[in-house]
């Protein structure tokens, strides 16, 4: 059974700089495509960031993009993201997610992680 538990998150200004982490358990980790997701208050949950072993595959969502860097340890199982030049409305609930590089939707998530900018 895979697990995935967020940390990292918390309290920031405009312009600061957060670093989530992300463990993973119960999975082989190199064969997972790794994710990024968040959900702001009355809004729907929303990709943010992934990145695929298998041939470096990244992505972002066009508003995070060259802010945010998502990164991955296959060591540690854990993957990372770095988030640079925040702004107030990057405040969200981040979850991290996984999914087998076989299938094509996310199908594992952690309890997600508070994050809060200032403005």
């Known amino acids: 059974q895979v697990k995935l538990v967020e940390s990292g998150g918390g309290l920031a200004q405009a312009g600061g700089s957060l670093r989530l982490s992300c463990a993973a358990s119960?999975?082989?980790?190199?064969?997972?495509?790794m994710g990024w997701f968040r959900q702001a208050p009355g809004k729907e949950r929303e990709f943010v960031a992934s990145h695929r072993w298998s041939g470096g595959l990244t992505r972002y969502t066009d508003s995070v993009k060259g802010r945010f860097t998502i990164s991955r340890d296959n060591a540690k199982n854990t993957v990372y993201l770095q988030m640079n030049s925040l702004k107030p409305e990057d405040t969200a609930v981040y979850y991290c997610?996984?999914?087998?590089?076989?299938?094509?939707?996310?199908?594992?998530w952690g309890q997600g992680t508070q994050v809060t900018v200032s403005s």
């Open positions: 119960g999975l082989t980790f190199s064969s997972y495509t």
């Open positions: 997610a996984a999914r087998h590089n076989a299938i094509s939707n996310f199908n594992s």
